[in-house]
C-alpha cells in the first residue's frame, strides 16, 4: 500500500521505515525539504541526521505535505501536534477525503518550559480538531501513548502491554489494528475504545506519562491494562 507519514522526526522516520520493510511503498514528508536535508545535527537520541537517515533508507520517498497528500493511500500524522493541522491542511484537505489517517500526535505545549502541558484536553482533544477539521478523513488516533521504538516492535518491552485505538468509523479502525498486528502487536493487547472523542482520554494520558519518563530517567515502558480474575 501507499502510505505517506508527515512529519520527518524521529516518529516520522521509525514508522516510515517500519512500514517500508512491512513492503508498504513510503514516502516521508515534511515543511521543507531543502531545510531537513541541511539539518546535519544528530537528534535527542543521538540518531544519525535526516540525510544520512534518508541515504540508508532509499526507497522511502521524501516529499513535501502536499505530495505526500497525493501520494498516499493512507496518511500517518507524526507531526509536532502544535503543527499538525497545518500540517495537514498542506497535505491538502481534498487529498485527505476518505483516507486514513492515523494520528500519533499529541497536543503537548512546551511554550511554559517542562514539564509540558496540554493545548487542548478535557472536553476536546487533538484527535477530535484533526477529525473535525477534515470531515471527510476517517482518523484513528493510535500509539501515541509510547515511546517510538515501542511502537513498532512491542516485543522491546518484558511483557505484554496496551495499545488504544479511537476513531469514528469501523472498517477504518479495523484496518489500523491489521497495521498495528503487522508492527507485533496481539489481538489481545489492542484497546478500541470507542469513537475519537475518546482521544481526550489517551492524549491526557501524556503527563503521568512524562512523569513516569522523569523517575525512570528512560522511556522503555508502556501502560498495561489488568482485569480482575473473575
Ligand atoms: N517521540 C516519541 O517517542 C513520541 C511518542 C508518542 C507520540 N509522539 C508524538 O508524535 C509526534 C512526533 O514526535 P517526534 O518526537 O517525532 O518529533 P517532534 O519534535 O514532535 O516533531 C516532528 C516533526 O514535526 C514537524 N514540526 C515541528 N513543528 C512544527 C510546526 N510548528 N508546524 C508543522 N510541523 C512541525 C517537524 O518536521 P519538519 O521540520 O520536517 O516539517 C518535526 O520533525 C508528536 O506529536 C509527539 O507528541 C512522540
Known sequence: MKISVLGTGVVGQTIAEKLSQLGHDVMISTRNVQKVFENTATDRYGRPSFKEWSSANSNIKVGTHAEAGTFGEMIVNATN??????????????????????????????????????????????????????????VVKTLNTMNTFIMVNPALLAEDHNVFVSGNDGDSKSEVKALLKSFGWKTSTIIDLGDITTSRGTEQLLPIWIRLYGSFQHAMFNFKIVMSKS
Request: glycine share 8%.
Open 81 to 138: 501536534g502544535a503543527g499538525s493541522l497545518e500540517a495537514l491542511e498542506a497535505a491538502g484537505k481534498k487529498n485527505l477525503e476518505n483516507k486514513i489517517v492515523i494520528d500519533i500526535a499529541n497536543p503537548l505545549d512546551f511554550s511554559k518550559g517542562m514539564p509540558p502541558s496540554l493545548f487542548v484536553c478535557n472536553t476536546d482533544s487533538l484527535g477530535e480538531q484533526i477529525q473535525r477539521t477534515f470531515p471527510l478523513a476517517k
